[in-house]
Nanobody
Framework: QVQLAESGGGLVQAGGSLRLSCVVS????????MGWFRQAAGKEREVVAR????????YYPDAVKGRITISIDVAKNTQHLQMNSLKPEDTAVYYC????????????????????WGQGTQVTVSS
């Protein structure tokens, strides 16, 4: 059983930065396939970052590429999502999600493909 606990959301001005954290319990953080998703009001949940446990590679969609980075703190069994140059359109609830069976970084981009979810954390970017 994997449990995920998120933290790090908040209110930030456009151009600012936030770092979200997802503490992994039940497995090593480097041994789970992780997806980071966001869901803005009235919109579908969408992927913003992927970490593949079978290749160690990451994937970022064009909307966030160059502004968002996944990192893993092995000692704290935590994955981080560093978000820079934030824009008002990045405002959403952000979720980390995990699946035990690995897939390539540019695969498993849909919410339904994940087994475990964090509780979500609100990110609000003001203009």
């Amino acid at each position: 059983q994997v449990q995920l606990a998120e933290s790090g959301g908040g209110l930030v001005q456009a151009g600012g930065s936030l770092r979200l954290s997802c503490v992994v319990s039940g497995r090593a953080a480097s041994d789970v396939d992780m997806g980071w998703f966001r869901q803005a009001a009235g919109k579908e949940r969408e992927v913003v970052a992927r970490f593949s446990r079978i290749s160690g590679r990451t994937y970022y969609p064009d909307a966030v590429k160059g502004r968002i980075t996944i990192s893993i703190d092995v000692a704290k069994n935590t994955q981080h999502l560093q978000m820079n140059s934030l824009k008002p359109e990045d405002t959403a609830v952000y979720y980390c999600a995990a699946r035990v069976i690995g897939c390539e970084a540019n695969e498993c981009l849909l919410p339904g493909q994940y087994d475990y979810w964090g509780q979500g954390t609100q990110v609000t970017v003001s203009s």
